[in-house]
């Protein structure tokens, strides 16, 4: 046995590792295609719609009608609007908009906003302390959403799942444009983000009763989540995975319902797509830094061990092992050849072909998570035949550039900000 075939053997083991280690995902890939269960409300709750809306007038105006094609009693829930103005003396163009297309409004100007989180913080500091105890449950959506004429009332049924924080079901803005520059490669690879998340995960977690991974426009708090908070103090770079986390140290239970949709709005380019990117790695590092060890002695550190916190924690270990594997494999088999051939061995010829081998392995394993992407939301997924034949066989190059961010993020002195990323012109 010569030292390439030792090497394939190794590596061969770890990757073999990976996929035994991944089988859980496995199934839950298979449970997307289940159909959930329907839950129905009897009662109204009083429900207030958060938005924080930042430099967004030329793009809030849909997310305003959607609001007022709503099925759900309009009496029974209010509008609060989050702006930022640098010229108090002049109105705030969202606000001009709002005011002309709502009722039941509210809005608060907070000139300071260096973040999401930020502008949430303040809104329901202000709700705390001028309708305490006034609204059931609090909804953020974010401006560029689009709410489907049923969402609030579906969010009002799924609180009946006893859930303090839930979600919906994304749908793709730009595949509901009439305006064909709204969808491209790297908006329809961004859009399947939520099929992976919610179709392929959440969904299975939920009716397993798991934790969930939350994405933060379109998800419902309940008046008991931020009355025990005293608001929301969530303000870091992804206050969502934030909020996701304190929520299952908190034993507040958390529930994914795909009858609440609503639409997302994708980015065009890939400078665009990449500043999510960054930015959702770089926070989700950063909050597994700051609460891992809380999390570790909530699963662990107890009489029973809370299997249902495992595949939030560990669900991206077996992909890191996999891929980690095949890199290391891949730059191993080319210093390997490169050394080989430098001395004339006979086995650099194996060398050379398991580093081709390591990278078509990888962009094998790429394309089959792409392909289960696309035929996941069979239903939902509005991307032409040739569309999704590009996500599959081209797309596995754009996903393969996690593995730069990732490099990038995981060190400390690589500063990620939240930066206004470009809206589509919606039409």
């Given amino acids: ?117 930020e ?3 303040n809104m329901f500091e202000y709700l705390l302390k001028n309708h305490k105890n006034k609204y059931d449950a609090y909804i953020i959506v974010d401006a560029d959403n689009i709410l489907t004429p049923t969402f609030v009332e579906e969010m009002n049924n799924a609180l009946v799942s006893g859930a303090d924080v839930i979600i919906g079901k994304k749908l793709i803005k730009n595949w509901k444009s009439k305006n064909k520059k709204n969808r491209n490669l790297i908006a329809n690879i961004s859009a399947l983000t939520y099929t992976a998340i919610d179709t392929m995960s959440n969904k299975y977690r939920t009716l397993k009763g798991y934790s969930i991974s939350i994405c933060g426009q379109g998800v419902l708090l309940t008046n008991k989540f931020i009355n025990h908070f005293n608001g929301f103090p969530f303000t870091g770079l992804t206050e969502d995975i934030e909020l996701n986390i304190e929520a299952i140290l908190n034993d507040f239970p958390q529930y994914y319902y795909e009858y609440a949709q609503l639409y997302s709005e994708e980015p065009l380019t890939l400078k665009e797509y990449n500043k999510r990117r960054y930015r959702w790695l770089k926070g989700y590092f950063q909050c597994m830094a700051k609460y891992h060890k809380k999390l570790m002695q909530k699963t662990f550190c107890k009489e029973k061990i809370e299997l249902k916190n495992f595949n939030f924690m560990f669900a991206l270990y077996p992909v890191g092992i996999m891929f980690v594997t095949i890199i290391v494999a891949c730059l191993t088999f080319l210093v390997s050849g490169i050394v080989l051939s430098a001395i004339g061995s006979p086995i650099a010829y194996m060398a050379w072909w398991s580093t081709l081998g390591s990278l078509g392995l990888c962009y094998i394993m790429l394309a089959i998570f792409s392909f289960i992407q696309v035929i996941e939301d069979f239903k939902t997924n509005k991307m032409s035949f040739w569309e999704k034949l590009a996500v599959i066989f081209i797309g596995p190059f754009i996903l393969a550039e996690y593995g730069i961010i990732f490099l990038r993020v995981i060190n400390k002195n690589f500063h990620v900000k939240w930066d206004h990323v470009k809206r589509i012109r919606y039409e």
């Avoid at 009722?103 to 999401?116: D, R, T, V």
């Fill in 119 to 121: 502008a949430l913080k």
């Fill in 1 to 117: 046995m010569n030292f390439i075939e030792i090497l394939l053997i190794i590596f061969g083991s770890l990757w073999l590792l990976g996929i035994l280690l991944y089988i859980p995902k496995f199934i839950s890939w298979g449970m997307g295609f289940k159909t959930m269960p329907r839950l129905y409300n009897k009662s109204k709750s009083r429900i207030a719609l958060i938005i924080p809306a930042k430099d967004e007038s030329d793009t809030i105006a849909p997310l305003f009608d959607s609001i007022n094609e709503q099925t759900y009693d309009h009496n029974y829930f209010d509008t609060f609007l989050v702006v930022d103005t640098q010229d108090p003396s002049v109105e705030e163009p969202t606000v001009a908009i709002a005011k002309n297309k709502l009722k039941n409004l509210e809005y608060l100007i907070e000139p300071i906003q260096n973040c999401k989180g």
